[in-house]
């Protein structure tokens, strides 16, 4: 996996953009959170996924720093699909959106191993800060305490089967 950290020069003086792949079942809101990452240069768009499934086999295929990944898709959700990634990538990013507005969204993704949590209505208000805080939890000052994984294999099992 490339995990240069994001305060490091690229080997040509540039920041390292952040390798990015954006997995939701919602071809339109994928399209417009890609068009909108591809405005700002702390993220290099790598790849798309449309459920969990495909998003395990373009991480591996891709390998990238960070994945914003939809909470409710076909075939396998982000919650499972984060589990799977954070025991085969422990380093990958993993940030869980969400049209939820409930608590128990956010516990769910932190007990799967997400590194983040954000919410789709609004999106672009937050993502920047939610990515620094993800990727700098003990140096970002601007916000919440940092959001780290807490991954525990038998709650993830239980969170799984309250999903509707």
Do not use: W
């Not at 702390?42 to 591996?60: I, K, P, R, W, Y």
């Not at 954000?118 to 993502?127: M, P």
Request: glycine share 6%; aromatic share 6%.
């Amino acid at each position: 996996m490339n995990q240069t950290p994001t305060t490091l020069p690229a080997p040509d003086n540039r920041p390292h953009r952040l390798r990015t792949l954006v997995v939701d079942d919602s071809v339109m809101f994928m399209e417009g959170l890609c068009a909108y990452l591809m405005t700002e240069p702390l993220f290099q768009v790598v790849g798309t996924a449309l459920d969990g499934s495909e998003a395990l086999h373009m991480v591996d295929l891709l390998e990238p720093d960070l994945v914003f990944m939809d909470l409710h898709m076909p075939f396998m959700d982000g919650l499972q699909a984060t589990a799977i990634l954070r025991r085969r990538t422990p380093n990958l990013r993993i940030i869980i959106m969400t049209r939820e507005h409930a608590a128990i969204a956010e516990v769910k993704a932190r007990a799967h191993g997400a590194n983040g949590f954000i919410r789709k209505l609004g999106i672009t208000d937050g993502l920047i800060t939610e990515v620094r805080r993800v990727f700098h939890p003990y140096t970002h000052k601007g916000g919440a305490e940092p959001f780290t994984p807490t991954y525990h294999p038998e709650a993830a099992l239980e969170t799984t089967s309250m999903l509707v």
